[in-house]
């Protein structure tokens, strides 16, 4: 089942590599177009649109969506039901492609809700209590998104037809793209996990690691990115761009912070997930749809491969995902931590890689056009923060003592996971130089001093010295990090957030509810209806039965007396 | 009931007697049909072996002799007194209750629990439905509204509340049977026809009950417990229980709705609200019974093992009547 799911992946991806090439060199877009059903005046139609955004973004989809199943025919080997993991990844990948083609809000909600399920049923697919608890918070999260598609749809009913993509150079100005756009910044920051909606990606991490680096590094969440990069036309100078990019920046400033805290391999992963997609939700709401999609299709190959490394050492580490049990690992796997340093340093902006193409451009262009001050400070920041937590987990987990047993045996010649990771790992190097040649049809025109074209540099160097310090955790360090503990628990909790989420939203109702119980169900209902009825009836029950268990005489001499008394009164 | 041709005898001779009764020209035949009815259904309960049977004999003729009594003293009175027939005056008042004790119906019903107590299941069973038959159609003749009404709620609130600290089946059954007069003495003020039906169904759903109990034997509550039954009896008894009780898809629902349907289309709001609730009673108490005995899983020793494999078809047809019948009549009369 894998080996069959691999190739017809593979090669759906190779025809739309050459389907891409072909429609961007040629300037070319195909709408095919089919009516189901037309009543009044709405028409439902079921519509695919080609041209190359959708084409690209499909061929990295199913690239990655073919790496890591056959990757996991060697991780989840001891699976039992294997079959049923690789098609609910079938499934997933079909609703991905099916919000990908699609440019009308039906099968945009079908692929959504797709998207959304299927990614529940692979959160929860180790069934235990922790999986549990993350699925309901995944799949809670992703419905407020679905429900928002759902009212806009319903509002979109007022221009006739569910295609959104010809209305918006006409309907701008109008009060309904209001509300439509409105719920449309809602949905994908559901989605994409920005800050409301923020506590669901770390906690998503109880899913297998395939799943991780399918759904949470590049598909499920780039799919809101995905949304408003079609929106764009319509949202590119209101006011809620405005909201969404104070919100994205604070999302990539504080997963920057928390994922210094971490201690947990994927838990840093996917909180490097959530700054990189704040990054990307913040050049789109300052107005560039196609670096945006740039930094996201670059981010998605080197963000899979570093999860896919992570399960390889997870594998090896006897299932520990705590980085504190491992260290020195570049001594005795090198192939893994190859993958894993280009990755890493790709993720970083190192130059050349494939994403110093992208972040680069990005910083760039924030420094060159001229945005406020804040802005500017939490892009550099967060960069800097990258950096730092990238070396400080480079430095837990190549460079220190190895910290888990006195003797053990690091296996790497897995070579089914090995070649998934290469394949990645080529995609990684290189997919940021040919992107940039093949979607810039010509370049950006940047103008910078000398020290704001280096700053970027400037906070590399100072991240990895910090990431180098930190690191360095030695027997009398606790001691001097209880002098901040108040922030440090401010800072590495996520600020907070996962609290709206969970406890803030069910705190309040289960209080009351027990108050209720106590004092209704088990309270004065029963004296009422329950158990005080019943006393009451027992009691006339015992009453009459005094009068029951009598003399046989008093019987027969009470109808008597009865005759008699009314004897009395009619002859009166 | 024992192939016994002296039984067979007084039993004609009572089924003679009721017909006397219910089709005479006047309060005179009615009357004598009353005391052959009392005559011949003595022997049938007697049985000078057993001292019980003896003094429950006993009781029994005490009460209804002295009923019979006060009835035909009322009949000549009324006839020597009264020149004309309007019904609700004093005259029926003591009419009624002279008739009202011939029944065993509240507030002279005391005698009634304690003789059943001393019969046996199939007398019971006679008690119970066939020497109702002539006393409620003589009450149909002349009554009193006012005091059956009265009479009614005191029928439906004894019937409910004495049976709820019974352990012993008769005595359920009985204060049961005593809940139901309050029911069918309201359907006599309503319709005659309406009697009938009631009084058809209700002897229908006691028969079934009464044979189950005498195939088994089966005297007290905990007997239901101890003994190792089948399912489809257990089944059965369930049914036949939520039936006798009034609960919808059964066969006991109807004439019960019937009479709430007229009580509503009238007005009769407050006899609305007693009737209910007593039903209500009646069925916690009848639930509390089959719950125990369906559900739970007594760890007792069951010495007694009862196969009944020889009356099975007669068990399921009663559980098949008394589930679909409510659905069947609807075929009737379309």
């Known amino acids: ?572 | 009931m024992n192939n016994n041709s002296n039984k067979m005898f007084f039993l004609f001779i009572l089924f003679f007697s009721t017909l006397i009764s219910i089709s005479s020209n006047s309060w005179f035949g009615c009357w004598i049909g009353l005391e052959i009815n009392l005559l011949s259904f003595i022997p049938l309960i007697s049985n000078s072996k057993n001292l019980l049977s003896v003094e429950t004999s006993l009781k029994y003729f005490l009460t209804q002799s002295l009923a019979s009594i006060n009835f035909l003293f009322m009949i000549l009175i009324k006839f020597s007194l009264l020149k004309n027939f309007n019904m609700n005056n004093i005259i029926s008042i003591m009419m009624n209750s002279s008739l009202l004790m011939k029944m065993g119906s509240a507030p002279f019903h005391f005698w009634f629990p304690n003789i059943v107590e001393g019969l046996s299941w199939m007398n019971n069973f006679m008690l119970m439905t066939w020497q109702k038959i002539s006393p409620m159609i003589l009450l149909s003749y002349y009554f009193n509204k006012n005091f059956l009404i009265f009479m009614i709620i005191t029928n439906l609130i004894i019937g409910s509340l004495g049976g709820l600290n019974q352990t012993s089946l008769r005595k359920l059954l009985a204060f049961s049977s005593i809940n139901n007069l309050g029911w069918m003495i309201f359907s006599i003020m309503i319709s005659e026809n309406l009697w009938l039906f009631y009084f058809l169904i209700y002897s229908m759903m006691i028969s079934m009950m009464i044979s189950l109990f005498f195939l088994m034997n089966m005297y007290f509550m905990n007997q239901l417990f101890i003994n190792n039954m089948n399912f489809f009896i257990k089944l059965n008894l369930l049914i036949n229980f939520l039936s006798l009780g009034g609960l919808p898809p059964f066969m006991g629902f109807m004439p019960k709705w019937i009479i709430i349907n007229f009580l509503l289309i009238n007005k009769f709001y407050f006899l609305t609200f007693i009737f209910m609730m007593t039903s209500l009673i009646i069925i916690y108490y009848y639930i509390r019974i089959i719950y125990s005995s369906f559900m739970f899983n007594y760890f007792k020793m069951k010495w007694v093992n009862l196969l009944m494999k020889n009356n099975m078809s007669l068990i399921n047809l009663s559980s098949f009547i008394s589930i679909s019948s409510m659905i069947l009549s609807t075929f009737i009369f379309m």
């Not at chain 1, 499909?58 to 996991?72: E, Q, R």
Request: with cysteine; proline share 2%.
């Open chain 1, 1 to 572: 089942m894998c080996f069959n799911s691999f190739f017809f992946l593979f090669f759906f991806m190779l025809i739309n590599y050459f389907f891409f090439v072909y429609f961007i060199m040629n300037g070319l877009s195909v709408f095919f177009e089919w009516e189901i059903i037309s009543f009044n005046s709405m028409s439902i139609v079921m519509s695919i649109l080609l041209d190359w955004m959708s084409l690209l973004f499909m061929m990295f989809v199913s690239l990655i969506s073919s790496v890591v199943i056959f990757y996991s025919k060697s991780y989840m080997n001891s699976e039992l039901n294997l079959n049923r993991f690789i098609i609910l990844v079938l499934m997933f990948v079909f609703s991905m492609v099916l919000l990908i083609i699609s440019p009308n809000l039906i099968s945009i909600l079908l692929g959504w809700d797709g998207l959304g399920l299927i990614s529940y049923c692979l959160v929860i697919y180790y069934q235990n209590l922790k999986s549990y608890n993350a699925g309901m918070l995944t799949a809670l999260s992703n419905r407020i998104g679905d429900v928002m598609i759902l009212m806009v749809i319903c509002w979109v009913m007022n221009y006739g037809s569910w295609n959104y993509i010809f209305y918006f150079d006409f309907m701008k100005n109008d009060y309904v793209m209001f509300i439509i756009s409105f719920m449309i910044i809602i949905a994908a920051m559901t989605k994409s996990a920005q800050i409301p909606f923020s506590s669901w990606l770390p906690a998503a991490m109880a899913a297998p690691t395939p799943v991780s680096a399918l759904v949470h590094s590049s598909t499920l969440v780039t799919a809101g990115v995905y949304l408003l990069i079609r929106f764009n036309y319509l949202l590119i100078d209101m006011f809620f761009f405005k909201v969404l990019l104070f919100l994205s920046i604070l999302t990539m400033f504080m997963s920057g912070i928390s994922a210094n805290y971490e201690f947990d391999l994927k838990k840093i992963i996917a909180l490097s997930t959530l700054s990189q997609l704040g990054l990307m939700m913040s050049i789109l709401s300052l107005g560039f749809p196609d670096i945006a999609f740039f930094h996201l299709l670059t981010h998605a190959m080197f963000k899979a491969l570093l999860f896919m490394c992570a399960g390889v050492i997870i594998h090896m580490m006897n299932d520990i995902q705590d980085i504190r049990y491992m260290g020195g690992l570049s001594l005795y796997i090198p192939l893994t931590s190859l993958c894993l340093n280009i990755s890493n340093l790709s993720l970083c902006g190192i130059p050349f890689l494939s994403g110093f193409y992208s972040k680069d451009l990005i910083l760039e262009m924030v420094s060159f056009n001229s945005f406020n001050l804040m802005v500017f400070i939490l892009f550099y920041l967060s960069t800097g923060l990258t950096v730092f937590y990238t070396f400080r987990l480079i430095m837990y987990v190549m460079i220190n003592d190895f910290n888990l047993m006195m003797i053990y045996n690091l296996y790497d010649e897995d070579y089914i996971m090995l070649n998934s990771m290469f394949v990645l790992l080529f995609m990684s190097l290189l997919s940021g130089s040919f992107l940039s040649w093949f979607i810039f049809s010509y370049p950006y025109m940047i103008y910078l001093p000398f020290n704001l074209k280096l700053m970027v540099i400037y906070v590399s160097i100072l991240g990895s010295i910090l990431g180098f310090m930190v690191s360095n955790m030695g027997i009398y360090s606790l001691n001097k990090l209880l002098l901040s503990y108040n922030l440090s628990s401010f800072l590495c909790l996520m600020w907070f957030m996962p609290n709206l989420s969970t406890y803030g939203l069910s705190y309040i109702y289960l209080n009351f509810s027990q108050i209720l119980f106590k004092n209704i169900d088990m309270g004065w209902s029963e004296i009422y209806s329950g158990k005080g009825i019943f006393n009451i009836l027992k009691n006339y029950s015992v009453f009459y039965n005094i009068y029951q268990m009598n003399n046989f005489k008093i019987y027969l001499f009470s109808f008597i007396l009865w005759f008699m008394i009314l004897f009395i009164f009619f002859f009166i």
